[in-house]
């Protein structure tokens, strides 16, 4: 998670009821182009989680893809899902498990990402506290999960010229509006609706995105 250039997050859809499908989708996506990461966030707008066995599911289906593609796989939420499973890490809210006990249940080795809104306090605090990324947004309007901030690009700017620690913008990001994202700084843009509900498929999408990021790098 600490390659050079802006890359692509992938985040899971909130709901996943067709896990061979899904995978099928997941396949398609990795072959689009580079991928760092999949997270695993199996949860309804408005925050109803899935069942561990489903969760454990959708892991077991999608997980050997990911790594065959280098991409590492993350568990929303529950770092003990994470361990259990033997996810590279785990992504955690404000809400969730605490960083502190977060890290000491997965160890060092572990990527271990924090929601940090809209906040350069909230995201210097976990920064300061081991977290390997932060994650700012939303950025755009999302329906994916419920945003009780709206962040804008400077955010990005300015914690890229305070810190080395890495950011991920997050919400409504398209390839069509993500260069502000890339040349502010972000380096991952995180996605999920604009790859898996799109008609033309996830692998056109992750080619987009490769080449707005790139187009956005040369600007």
């Known amino acids: 998670m600490s390659d050079p250039g802006c890359r692509l997050y992938l985040i899971t859809p909130p709901r996943v009821d067709d896990v061979d499908a899904f995978a099928a989708a997941a396949r398609e996506a990795f072959a689009g182009g580079d991928v760092a990461c999949l997270q695993i966030r199996l949860k309804t707008p408005d925050g109803v989680a899935a069942p561990d066995a489903h969760v454990a599911a959708v892991y077991g289906a999608v997980a050997p893809l990911a790594r065959d593609a280098g991409a590492a796989v993350l568990i929303n939420d529950r770092p003990d899902l994470a361990e259990a499973?033997?996810?590279?890490?785990?992504h955690i809210g404000?809400?969730?498990?605490s960083l502190k006990d977060a890290r000491a249940r997965l160890g060092p080795e572990a990527s271990i990402g924090v929601t940090c809104h809209a906040s350069i306090d909230l995201a210097f605090a976990a920064g300061?506290?081991?977290?390997?990324?932060?994650?700012?947004?939303?950025?755009?309007?999302?329906?994916?999960?419920a945003a009780p901030?709206?962040?804008?690009p400077d955010l990005l700017a300015r914690w890229s010229a305070m810190t080395v620690v890495p950011c991920v913008a997050i919400g409504g990001i398209t390839p069509s509006n993500c260069a502000p994202l890339v040349q502010a700084g972000a380096?991952?843009?995180a996605v999920s609706s604009a790859v898996w509900d799109a008609q033309e498929g996830p692998r056109a999408v992750v080619a987009a995105f490769a080449a707005a990021v790139d187009a956005a790098t040369r600007a």
């Open 85 to 90: 499973l033997g996810a590279d890490g785990v």
């Open 94 to 97: 404000q809400a969730d498990a």
């Open 128 to 145: 300061e506290g081991g977290a390997d990324y932060v994650a700012f947004g939303a950025f755009f309007d999302t329906a994916t999960k």
């Open 149 to 152: 901030t709206r962040a804008e």
């Open 187 to 189: 380096d991952f843009l």
